[in-house]
């Protein structure tokens, strides 16, 4: 049975599956859907065209999917696309999409979103990410599973946080993060492999030492990147994480973040 507080304002075109829960003076508009055994807290505001997964716990005062801060949108039908198992805390908010952006902001499953964060429009949130107090994305943002953004730190629209990569707090992200690797300051520079993180996932260390290869060549050689790529592609191409970290490279279109080769020293291991 669902569970709406009687202070509570759902509008009854809103679909709740069995299990929800609804705090008092949350606010739920009408066309939205939330899966089964998710809970509401107080205070919480849920615009229409937002789509909530399955055991999602919301907290006070969050906003979901209210409409964009683009000066660009026109009032067009877009959406937020929530997964299941998510975490969303105090004061969290997360926007629609827009035309220009595929019109769909999308979180995956099993995240955490930490008090005050943002997410803004159209980004792509993946799976088990953290994001840390009052970290915030920009439009058109790409983070992929499992990666990390520590609190007060900002990303720049249109950047990417690679999967299992480690953003400190307080940084300035203004270009794309790679996958497995740490980046840290404003403007952010990439200071290591995220080894941390890598062994506390379970990697093994015959991955762990070949993307350590990898990033040596890419990042600390005296090789351009494209003669290094080339090479990576020789010795290691067999590592599947190799193979992401390269499709990464190869990807990017507001380019890496900048190697601080005298960080890089300190987080060797």
Same mark, same amino acid.
């Given at each position: ?14 679909? @709740? ?7 008092? !003076? ?17 205070h ?32 067009e ?38 008090? !005050? ?6 980004? @792509? ?11 915030t &994305? ?5 983070? +992929? ?34 996958? !497995?690797?740490?980046a ?26 070949? &993307? ?5 060549? &890419? ?26 970290? &390269? ?8 380019g890496?973040v900048?190697?601080?080769?005298? +960080?890089?020293?300190n987080?060797?291991?």
């Amino acid at each position: 049975m669902t569970a709406i507080h009687a202070t509570a304002l759902v509008d009854k075109r809103a679909e @709740l599956a069995p299990g929800v829960q609804v705090g008092p !003076y949350s606010i739920i508009e009408g066309r939205v859907v939330i899966g089964a055994d998710t809970q509401i807290g107080p205070h919480v505001v849920i615009k229409e065209f937002t789509t909530i997964g399955a055991r999602c716990r919301i907290f006070q005062f969050a906003s979901l999917g209210e409409i964009p801060q683009d000066l660009k949108f026109k009032g067009e039908e877009s959406q937020l696309i929530i997964g299941d198992d998510n975490t969303i805390r105090e004061f969290a908010t997360m926007h629609r999409g827009t035309a220009g952006g595929g019109g769909v902001t999308r979180i995956g499953n099993g995240n955490l979103f930490m008090a !005050y964060t943002h997410i803004a429009h159209d980004c @792509l949130v993946g799976n088990s990410v953290i994001m840390s107090n009052a970290a915030t &994305l920009g439009g058109h943002i790409v983070i +992929e599973d499992k990666a990390i953004i520590g609190g007060l730190a900002a990303v720049h629209q249109f950047s990417r946080i690679g999967r299992h990569a480690f953003v400190g707090g307080a940084s300035a992200v203004a270009r794309d993060v790679p996958p !497995y690797t740490i980046a840290y300051g404003n403007r952010a520079k990439l200071v290591g492999l995220n080894l941390v993180g890598l062994k506390r996932s379970g990697f093994s260390d015959a991955t762990i030492q070949s &993307l350590k290869q990898a990033y040596e060549i &890419l990042f600390l050689s005296s090789l351009n990147m494209k003669e290094a790529v080339q090479r990576v592609r020789d010795e290691l191409i067999h590592i599947p994480e190799v193979q992401h970290l &390269l499709d990464f490279i190869a990807s990017t279109e507001r380019g890496l973040v900048p190697v601080d080769v005298k +960080e890089n020293r300190n987080h060797r291991g």
